[in-house]
């Protein structure tokens, strides 16, 4: 073990036990931690706080220390142009048709929005005439493609306009992906369901982990009386460790998986999208409807070698101090 590690184990037990594998301490030193995940970029991105917070970002409720910090917070943004406000806090704005049934999901910058007066970012399902071959729609995902396990927390609020599908979610392929989604046309229905379509209630999914197993982690949540995602903004969080995923609600437990879950890093994304299936999204909405976003916060690992490679940097010039420890779930 080198000096310096010693100089500052007792000051830093929680890093050590987390990240031990990185500063390749002796095999007694070492505890279960999550492997680094995530790309770096020069954007800023990466924390604004990377500097008080080079060491990583403690997760009390997690017992693991992230190396990454990625934030989407509206209220700060300083420029004029969308685009480039979202890119120096590490988000791209999709542009691309998605071929689906019955109409395509047409995602559209244009159907992205800033609103100064709620200080936040607008997705929106644009309304219209059910004729219609694609339903304009918003998404963003992060700049980081390489993220695995990690916190992540959406502080949104929902549309009460029937025919959307809101998602927040992990995605690397349809057999890696970690999904909460609100489906407004199912948010107040109390009358019987059909056949085939969800129940009103937040829809927490992880996906197969190949395309013939039969999907086993999927469950509904009922919106229980205590609040409407319609009616004020709510954090929505997942906590995605190797061991599982854990869901909350406003710092509620909402639900847990422990088999199935994926190991492979991909990218996070937050879209609102109707493509008129009756069985899932309904709508399409005959008016525009809209998923506002006040704030994300994302504390997460990368397998990127020069991310990794820059944090243990950084960590060692803090002299293997800085952690930042997180506090938990906002309550609403």
Known sequence: MRPEFRIFLCFTLFIVTAQASLFKLAPKARRAYQTLQSRYTSYSAVSAN?????CGYYIPETKQTFTHHVVLNPST??????????SRQGWIISGWEQTSSPKNILY????????????ALELTVSGGSSSRSSIPSAEISTIMSKILYGS???????????????GLFFYKDDN???????????????TTQKDGIPKPGVQLSVQPLTETQALKNYKVVPFDGNFDPTKGY???????????????VDGNAYGSYTRFIPKTAGSILINNWSNGDPYWSAGPPTKDSTLSIRSVDLYFNTTDTTAIATWKAACKKAA?????????SKSG
């Open 152 to 166: 992540f927390r959406f502080n949104v609020k929902v549309s009460s306009v029937a025919g959307a599908c809101s």
């Open 234 to 248: 709510h954090e929505y969080r997942f906590d995605w460790l190797k061991s599982g995923v854990k869901y909350t």
């Open 108 to 119: 559209t910058p244009s159907n992205l929005k800033y609103n100064p007066s709620s200080k």
């Open 176 to 190: 890696h992906e970690i999904d909460i989604e609100i489906l407004t046309s199912h948010i107040h229905n109390t």
């Open 320 to 328: 293997y101090k800085k952690v930042c420890n997180v506090p938990k």
């Open 77 to 86: 943004f300083t420029s004029s142009d969308l685009a480039t406000a979202l």
């Open 50 to 54: 990377l500097a008080k917070c080079a």
